[in-house]
């Protein structure tokens, strides 16, 4: 089983997420702001966390400024999504070691791939 952290403020997000995995052996964490996301990473690291960039209390950016700065936390695999693009920001993700960036919207294949990528192999489906 997969473990995931969804860290995401929009409800309907989070759930689309969720649900995108659905059919995936996936176990899903959420965090609704930057903060509680870096609370639960400390809590039970998961294999993949899936970041928004656009959270409360912390960006998903801040949050993957203060994961480089724990030894537990900054090799963790990022799927970084944001609703903006430009080159800078995809520059300075890779900096801050997100494994994979999307931009809003995007299709559940981009998303279990990009998934796949990071995690160099495929998600296991749901017995």
Do not use: S, W
């Not at 930057?34 to 990473?41: I, R, S």
Request: proline residues 6%; glycine residues 2%; hydrophobic residues 45%.
């Amino acid at each position: 089983m997969v473990e995931i952290l969804i860290a995401e403020d929009m409800l309907p997000t989070r759930q689309l997420y969720a649900a995108m995995l659905g059919r995936y052996d996936c176990n899903i964490t959420e965090a609704v702001t930057g903060k509680q996301a870096l609370d639960k990473l400390k809590e039970k690291k998961p294999d993949l966390m899936i970041l928004d960039n656009n959270m409360p209390e912390m960006t998903g950016y801040e949050v993957l400024q203060e994961m480089q700065k724990d030894d537990n936390l900054k090799n963790l695999p990022v799927v970084f999504i944001t609703a903006k693009y430009f080159d800078k920001d995809f520059q300075d993700l890779i900096k801050l070691n997100a494994a994979e960036f999307l931009t809003k919207p995007f299709t559940v294949e981009i998303l279990v791939t990009a998934i796949e990528k990071v995690l160099k192999k495929p998600l296991p489906a749901k017995q």
